[in-house]
Nanobody, 130 residues
Framework: VQLVESGGGLVQAGGSLRLSCVLS????????IAWFRQAPGKEREGVSCITDPDESTWYKDSVKGRFTISSDSAKNTVYLQMNSLKPEDTAVYYC????????????????????????WGKGTLVTVSS
C-alpha cells in the first residue's frame, strides 16, 4: 500500500486548500483513510477519516464545519477540503490507512488514534498566515 499526499501550501487566514491522498496497491476491504496533522512542537493529531466502502466520516471538533473529507473510488483518491483556515491549522498533514476499528473508536472516544493506522504517507505542509 502506498499513499501520496499533495495540495499543501501557503494560504492566508480565511482561505481554502484541498489536500489529496492517492492510494495505490490497496487490495483491502473495510478500511479507513484518515488525515492527521502535526504542528511544530506538538503531537500528531487525528483530523478526519472516511471509511471504505460505506464512506462514513468523522471529524475532530475543531475542524467540524470547516473541513470536508471525501472519496473518489474511481481515482483511488481521498480529499480533504479545508475552508476558513486558521493559523492554528498550520501543520504537516499526513494521510494514513488503517482498520475500520479506528473509526469506531474515534466515534466513541472523540479521538482518532494514530496507532490504529498501518500505512502512512510522507505528508504535505500547510501554512496559514495571519
Amino acid at each position: 500500500v502506498q499513499l501520496v499526499e499533495s495540495g499543501g501550501g501557503l494560504v492566508q487566514a480565511g482561505g481554502s486548500l484541498r489536500l489529496s491522498c492517492v492510494l495505490s496497491r490497496v487490495g483491502l476491504r473495510d478500511y479507513v483513510i484518515a488525515w492527521f496533522r502535526q504542528a511544530p512542537g506538538k503531537e500528531r493529531e487525528g483530523v478526519s477519516c472516511i471509511t471504505d466502502p460505506d464512506e462514513s466520516t468523522w471529524y475532530k471538533d475543531s475542524v467540524k464545519g470547516r473541513f470536508t473529507i471525501s472519496s473518489d473510488s474511481a481515482k483511488n483518491t481521498v480529499y480533504l477540503q479545508m475552508n476558513s483556515l486558521k493559523p492554528e491549522d498550520t501543520a504537516v498533514y499526513y494521510c494514513a490507512l488503517g482498520g475500520r476499528w479506528a473509526f469506531t473508536t474515534a466515534q466513541a472516544m472523540g479521538v482518532l488514534e494514530s496507532d490504529g493506522m498501518d500505512y502512512w504517507g510522507k505528508g504535505t505542509l500547510v501554512t496559514v498566515s495571519s
